[in-house]
């Protein structure tokens, strides 16, 4: 068979650039390419890069599914279905919430791909696809299978030299995937395992992408143990609990990590608590920051605003105080109640959810109804911490102690954030993935 990947093509928020849309390839299609018995021609469209040519002569199509670009995805099936072309679809949206595929798509593929996707392929040959496939008891991490790294463009992506070490978390925060059914439980990948991937990607600097690099404290401290020889400089995502386990920041730091993706979201403890956010307390946050910072990691805090507890002030409180503690990045977001979790499950029992129109479930748009705070205001207020955070008085005084730093902090601020439009119209004289190798070199050298 002859079958096509789709990734369709992502929804902007107001603060992104192209940059964002072509940062990295999809790991999970790229997964898809290794499972694919070699007697199939197998290939990856990328929306956000090229057209989807729905005239192709090909047999199959699989599209991966996030919430915001499941509207897009049905568009795409329907043109296929025209043709009589059969699609799957699988991805996270349809793992947390396979109800609402129903109707669309020929088969969905519910949790990993791992110990179905051959039989999948094997029924379409045979045209008698099933509604569902789902094999995840007892899945272990010894059976996540390694993407398709050679398979990659590298002309397409600002940056490619991303990789995981696991699946799942251990934690089930309400507004997270994780809450819903279909998550995972937390698997961890053999460490040789993610050597491997390293040495694949040929390159000195890499981003794990793992919803929790330290989900297992135990594996943790191995994986950077065996990885202090390989001198490459790394960054990842951790739960904020990291601050119970100081010898384990000694050896990231050691290993050559150089921030932290930090799930921060917000400075009450109520809100913390109303959804479940039991890794936090916010009484350890200053000592948390200062604990990474007198390590020389930066980081990247994760905010989300619009939690119940949540008024008008939340958004001038947390600015002054991530300006103050030197937060070096900010990723914030609009609550929003992804279908299949906790968060969605309350928040619909309550009547509060007031827009079903999923393309805009991408964190920058409010599709429920506040406690504390008017849409407008929340909207507004998201907006407004934004431009503040990235306004140029700010980035400077966040200038991170660390002067090894500088270089990382001021690109990522400036070239990335602030001035993203004046990056992303270079991008169209310098090739992307050039921009990327020539920041690679400047920050991680």
Not at 70 to 82: D, P, S, T
Not at 289 to 305: P, Q, T, Y
Not at 394 to 414: G, H, S
Request: glycine residues 4%.
């Amino acid at each position: 068979m002859k079958i096509m990947l789709v990734q369709p093509k992502t929804l902007m928020r107001p603060m992104d650039t192209k940059l964002k849309t072509l940062m990295a390839p999809s790991l999970a299609l790229l997964t898809l390419i290794n499972l694919t018995p070699e007697k199939h021609e197998i290939f990856i469209v990328n929306e956000n890069i090229e057209d989807i040519d729905f005239n192709a002569d090909v047999d199959l199509v699989g599209i991966s599914v996030t919430v915001d670009v499941f509207n897009r995805a049905v568009e795409i099936e329907k043109k296929f279905k025209e043709r009589n072309i059969p699609t799957v679809a699988g991805g996270i949206h349809i793992s947390a919430c396979p109800e609402m595929a129903e109707g669309h798509f020929d088969s969905i593929c519910t949790g990993m791909a791992e110990r179905v996707w051959t039989k999948m392929l094997e029924d379409a040959e045979n045209g008698c696809l099933k509604k569902v496939y789902c094999d995840m008891a007892g899945i272990s991490g010894e059976e996540i299978v390694s993407p398709a790294y050679d398979k990659i463009d590298t002309n397409k992506y600002f940056y490619t030299n991303i990789l995981s070490t696991s699946r799942g978390c251990p934690f089930r925060c309400d507004f997270c995937y994780n809450s819903s059914s279909g998550a995972p439980e937390h698997i961890k990948r053999p460490v040789e395992d993610v050597i491997k991937d390293i040495k694949a990607l040929h390159r000195k600097h890499v981003m794990f992408v793992d919803d929790n690099f330290i989900g297992d404290i135990n594996w943790a401290k191995e994986f950077c143990k065996t990885i202090m020889p390989m001198k490459i400089k790394w960054n990842c995502a951790v739960s904020a609990n990291i601050l119970n386990h100081p010898d384990l920041m000694d050896l990231m730091k050691e290993s050559g990590c150089q921030s932290l993706f930090i799930g921060l979201e917000s400075l009450n403890s109520t809100s913390l608590t109303s959804v479940h956010k039991v890794q936090n307390n916010i009484n350890n946050y200053d000592l948390l920051v200062e604990e990474i910072h007198k390590r020389g990691m930066m980081i990247n805090a994760s905010l989300v605003f619009g939690l119940d507890e949540d008024d008008n002030t939340v958004f001038k409180t947390t600015l002054d105080w991530m300006v103050k503690h030197k937060i070096e990045t900010v990723t914030s977001h609009i609550l929003t109640p992804y279908p299949g979790t906790k968060l969605f499950e309350r928040l619909k029992a309550e009547n509060r959810i007031t827009d079903f129109d999923y393309s805009h479930y991408n964190t920058a748009n409010v599709v429920y109804a506040p406690k504390n705070l008017t849409p407008e205001e929340l909207y507004n207020g998201y907006l407004w911490f934004y431009r503040e955070f990235y306004s140029v008085k700010n980035i400077l005084k966040r200038l991170p102690e660390t002067k090894e730093q500088w270089m990382a902090y001021f690109l990522f601020n400036f070239v990335y954030r602030k001035y993203g439009k004046l990056t992303e119209f270079i991008s169209n004289i310098i090739p992307l993935h050039l921009i990327g190798k020539i920041i690679s070199k400047l920050c991680y050298k």
